[in-house]
């Protein structure tokens, strides 16, 4: 797109989206994303954007994406892994019935709080069970329990990158055959094609090899069929076949 060296080109590492243009990336925004955004999570998304560690929501396109595929599987029984203030979280409320259920996980809830509010005034906080503290215990608990195995529709994963698999290890058991689960930022800023001495951020230089780990055993995982998409930082979609 850009004649001229890096001219229109994202430099900011942050940027939450993978284009190469920005006049491109904003053209979809304001055309299919902006327009039918529902209100609580424009005002979700512009509170957030005033937040010290905004880098960390999901982009307006992710959410859009998120929502619909939600409804198109017609999930009611979901799981979150990183919350931050919701962004993701109650795109993906609004996407269940009423009487759907999302166990969301986070280590701090203080970020949570922030966006609670917001969810609270769209109607769609009953869905919501916010467990705070590291997801792995609770995961392990939730396996001795057989009543959980095969028991979610639809998982989704936006926290710690270096334990990816870990987490992988143990959803694989609690998503239902047919079930989805989607992990985000697998391209990771682009960084996953970077060559070994570019100059990248430190915590992106960090969690890059974990990233790359996942990318490559979950291309390997018979018990899954999987597709990366572009979508904001890039999300990997898993259906367990198996």
């Keep these: 797109m850009a004649e001229n060296g890096d001219q229109g080109r994202h430099q900011e590492v942050g940027h939450k989206s993978l284009l190469q243009s ?24 512009e509170l957030t954007a005033k937040h010290p560690w905004n880098i960390m929501t999901t982009s307006a396109d992710e959410g859009q994406f998120l929502n619909m595929l939600l409804k198109l599987i ?7 892994i ?14 269940l019935p009423d009487d759907g259920k999302i166990l969301a996980m986070d280590i701090n809830r203080d970020n949570y709080e922030l ?27 939730m396996i001795e329990d057989g009543k959980n195995h ?19 290890k143990r959803l694989i058991d609690l998503v239902k055959v047919g079930g989805l689960i989607g992990y985000d930022n697998t391209l990771w800023n682009g960084s ?5 001495d570019a100059p990248l951020r430190k915590y992106v230089r960090y969690y890059r090899d974990f990233v790359l780990e996942l990318n490559k055993a979950l291309a390997a995982d018979p018990r899954i069929e999987i597709c ?15």
């Design 22 to 45: 920005d006049a491109l990336y904003q053209y979809i925004l304001e055309t299919s994303v902006y327009p039918r955004e529902p209100e609580a999570m424009k005002e979700l998304r």
């Design 228 to 242: 990366m998409l572009p979508v904001g930082d890039g999300i990997t979609l898993c259906r367990r076949v198996s």
């Design 74 to 80: 017609n999930a009611k029984n979901t799981m979150e």
């Design 192 to 196: 996953v094609v970077a060559p070994a």
């Design 82 to 95: 990183g919350v931050y203030t919701g962004y993701s979280l109650l795109a993906t409320a609004l996407a």
């Design 150 to 168: 095969g028991a979610f529709d639809f998982i989704f994963v936006d926290a710690d990158k270096d334990n990816y698999i870990n987490y992988h």
């Design 115 to 141: 966006g609670l509010p917001i969810i609270e005034k769209a109607g769609v906080a009953h869905k919501i069970e916010f467990k705070e503290g590291p997801a792995l215990p609770v995961l392990d608990q």
